[in-house]
């Protein structure tokens, strides 16, 4: 499988070798599902918490008498009946939205990710990105001309995920230049997941070997 291959201005650089076995991958709808949904449940840290009538301050006491009173019947004043009371099976933060997931599994689910983007037309591979300085001018104005060149408008929007940029290895003058950019997000080869791969619209794979 062969695709293009760019520089950071947008100039065809020739083709470029790709593995079939991580870019020419069908889609699996049901893998990729489950492992997207994991990954949210293991990032989510449960802050919201409603008190069950255990949990309520007060009630203690029957409020009146069983019978004779010609009213219903209460045991306490902090039932989910009453204004006041507790919440009837509210959210806890004892809940655990935590899933496994397998190596394999991920792996997989991030592969087939990126190939279903390849054949949508949203990966990009650039031979290198060199910047003079940390400028975020700079690094606007690259996603600006590859916007251009590759005919993607969505690209420079300022809101929104719009790109997510793999670097091969570590570039600080890169990443500082980028981080300021609120659709764009630096990431390493190494570190990207099912989850990244999702969120963004198009993937920019640099110094790809």
Wanted: aromatic residues 8%.
């Amino acid at each position: 499988m062969n695709a293009p291959l760019y520089n950071q201005e947008g100039k065809d650089l020739g083709k470029l070798e790709l593995p079939d076995k991580i870019f020419g991958l069908p889609w699996n709808a049901d893998l990729v599902h489950q492992v997207v949904v994991s990954q949210q449940g293991n990032a989510r840290t449960p802050v919201a918490h409603a008190k069950g009538r255990g949990e309520v301050r007060g009630g203690g006491k029957k409020p009146w008498k069983q019978k004779g009173t010609g009213r219903a019947r209460h045991g306490s004043i902090r039932s989910p009946l009453w204004v006041g009371g507790g919440v009837t099976h509210g959210p806890t933060k004892e809940k655990i939205y935590a899933r496994k997931i397998n190596k394999k599994m991920a792996a997989k689910a991030w592969a087939t990710i990126v190939s279903q983007k390849l054949r949508d037309g949203e990966v990009f591979f650039i031979d290198k990105l060199t910047l003079s300085g940390i400028k975020t001018k700079s690094a606007s104005s690259i996603i600006s001309n590859l916007s251009k060149k590759l005919d993607k408008k969505e690209l420079v929007y300022k809101k929104g995920n719009r790109a997510l940029i793999a670097l091969g290895k570590r570039d600080n003058v890169v990443e500082k230049s980028f981080r300021n950019l609120p659709a764009v997000k630096m990431i390493e080869c190494r570190n990207m997941n099912a989850l990244v791969a999702m969120t963004y619209k198009f993937i920019f794979f640099v110094d790809y070997k």
